[in-house]
Every structure is written in structure tokens, then in C-alpha cells.
């Protein structure tokens, strides 16, 4: 069974740098796409960005070019580094897996359990 | 951005009643080379990931009950619980995975009446 798992300071302060690292285990991680997705406290799902294993990656452009995700394959793990964060950069951050097919990513199918991330002076 | 809205916002069935949640993408999410709906929903309960139920519009993900269903082409898409169960109380989320960035309804609420 895929498992993941979020890790980091669960507390940054405004304008610094929020940095996040997802290990995966339990399955395959070549050849996967692998996600970040946040939730503000009581709101909805908002998709930042994923990395593929050959090290490609796609952001998404509401963050306007804050976000950066590398990968260790060899290690089994991806990370998130989201600069100059503010108050709204507060949220649940949780990594996941985008099923493949034929080479083409998919709908997420394992996620991890998430980590809170308040940005707070 | 494909923008998906879901309806309604809450909704409060009887136990064993039946519940519909649509979910609408701002374009259609049907792929013509493969005939396939990239629409996907899941749940989720208070403190928990999102947990994937239908993919494909209407592929039931394994382990998931047959009471839950999806239904829809292109852009009106519908998740239907048939016969509502009290751990079904949650949050349903529609995504869409026909393009970047990657784009979620906001969500509908769940409850017993």
C-alpha cells in the first residue's frame, strides 16, 4: 500500500520561505507525478503544482512564481518550497499521487495525511 | 483555468434517502481521441485527506460501495449516493483533470435531515 507522508515547520513567519517534504513508501515512485495541494482552514482544495520523476514539473500560476518543487528519487521523497509567504499562505498542505496511464497523469488516487502550515509573526 | 461549480452548497438528506451533488466545468473535460470525461470526485470527512470514489466520470474506485455513483459527459457531471448512510456525512469535491492547472469545485456539504 502507497503511503505519504508530510514533514516540516508548522510554523513560518510572514516573508520567509515555507518548505515541506512529502516521503513516499510502500510502491513504485519512478515514473509517477507527484503533487502538493493545499486547504485553508474551512475552505477548499487548491492545487499548487506537481513534479515528475524525470524532474519536470508544472506550477500552478496563482502563485505567481513563489513556488519550487524538486525531487530525490533515489530517496523516495519530493519537496515544496513556497517563498515571501503571507497570512493567506496558511493551510492544510498535503502531497499526493497522480495515477498514470500511458505515460499521461491523472486523477490523485494516494495522498497523505496533510500538515498544518501557519504563517504567523 | 477550468472552473468547476458545484451544486448545491449543502444539502441535508434522511438516512437511506437519496443524494445529488452536480458539479459543471466552465468547458468540457471530455477527451474526443478516447471518448473519456477526465472528471474525478472524492470525499471528505473532517481531518482526513480527500479520498478518491469515482474516476472517469463514472469508474468506481475499488472498495468504494455501490452506492455511490457518476454520471455525465462533458460539462454537467453528477455524484449520486443512493441510498444516503450515516458515514457518508461529509464533503464532496469534483476535480477536473483534463488540464492544468488542476481545478476542484468548491465543495458540497453532506448531512443527515
Known amino acids: 500500500q502507497v503511503q505519504l507522508q508530510e514533514s516540516g515547520p508548522g510554523l513560518v513567519k510572514p516573508s520567509e520561505t515555507l518548505s515541506l517534504t512529502c516521503t513516499v513508501s510502500?510502491?513504485?515512485?519512478?515514473?509517477?507525478?507527484w503533487n502538493w495541494i493545499r486547504q485553508p482552514a474551512g475552505k477548499g482544495l487548491e492545487w499548487l503544482g506537481r513534479i515528475y520523476t524525470g524532474g519536470i514539473t508544472n506550477y500552478n500560476p496563482s502563485l505567481r512564481g513563489r513556488v519550487t518543487m524538486s525531487v530525490v528519487t533515489s530517496e523516495n521523497h519530493f519537496s515544496l518550497k513556497l517563498t515571501s509567504v503571507t497570512a493567506a499562505d496558511t493551510a492544510v498542505y498535503y502531497c499526493a499521487r497522480e495515477e498514470t496511464g500511458d505515460g499521461m497523469p491523472y486523477f490523485f488516487d494516494y495522498w497523505g495525511q496533510g500538515t498544518l502550515v501557519t504563517v504567523s509573526s | 483555468d477550468i472552473v468547476m461549480t458545484q451544486s448545491p452548497d449543502s444539502l441535508a438528506v434522511s438516512l437511506g434517502e437519496r443524494a445529488t451533488i452536480n458539479c459543471k466545468s466552465s468547458q468540457s473535460v471530455l477527451y474526443s481521441s478516447n471518448n473519456k470525461n477526465y472528471l474525478a470526485w472524492y470525499q471528505q470527512k473532517p481531518g482526513q485527506p480527500p479520498k478518491l470514489l469515482i474516476y472517469?466520470?463514472?469508474t468506481r474506485e475499488s472498495g468504494v460501495p455501490d452506492r455511490f455513483s457518476g454520471s455525465g459527459s462533458g460539462t454537467d457531471f453528477t455524484l449520486t449516493i443512493s441510498s444516503l448512510q450515516a458515514e457518508d456525512v461529509a464533503f464532496y469535491y469534483c476535480l477536473q483533470y483534463y488540464a492544468t492547472p488542476r481545478t476542484f469545485g468548491q465543495g458540497t456539504k453532506v448531512e443527515i435531515k
Open positions: 472517469w466520470a463514472s
Open positions: 510502500g510502491g513504485s515512485f519512478s515514473s509517477y507525478y
